[in-house]
Nanobody
Framework: QVQLVESGGGLVQAGGSLRLSCVAS????????MGWFRQAPGEERQFVAG????????DYADSVKGRFTISRDNAKDAVYMQMNNLKSDDTAVYYC?????????????????WGQGTQVTVSS
């Protein structure tokens, strides 16, 4: 079993920044790709960013490309996402997830462990 705990969410004004963290316990996540997803009220959970198991390959949704940066520290079993120039459309609950694969994936069905989520609210 893998437990994932996200932190770093909060309320920020448009144009501001936040850094999300996701720390794993129970089993290492160093041998799996990781991803960040988000879900706004009434909407489906959507892919935001992914990183390969080595951290050498990343993938971003078009809506966040150039503003968000995903990274990982396998020694700490942690994944991060720096979010800059936040917009009101970024408001959602953000989830960290561990992929079943070593390379980045975009579908929720390709992930087997999920955190509880952290709320990000961007005021305009």
């Amino acid at each position: 079993q893998v437990q994932l705990v996200e932190s770093g969410g909060g309320l920020v004004q448009a144009g501001g920044s936040l850094r999300l963290s996701c720390v794993a316990s129970g089993r290492t996540i160093s041998n799996a790709a990781m991803g960040w997803f988000r879900q706004a009220p009434g909407e489906e959970r959507q892919f935001v960013a992914g990183i390969s198991w080595t951290g050498t390959s990343t993938d971003y949704a078009d809506s966040v490309k150039g503003r968000f940066t995903i990274s990982r520290d396998n020694a700490k079993d942690a994944v991060y996402m720096q979010m800059n120039n936040l917009k009101s459309d970024d408001t959602a609950v953000y989830y960290c997830a561990r992929s079943k694969y070593i390379h980045t994936r975009r579908r929720t069905t390709e992930y087997d462990y999920w955190g509880q989520g952290t709320q990000v609210t961007v005021s305009s």
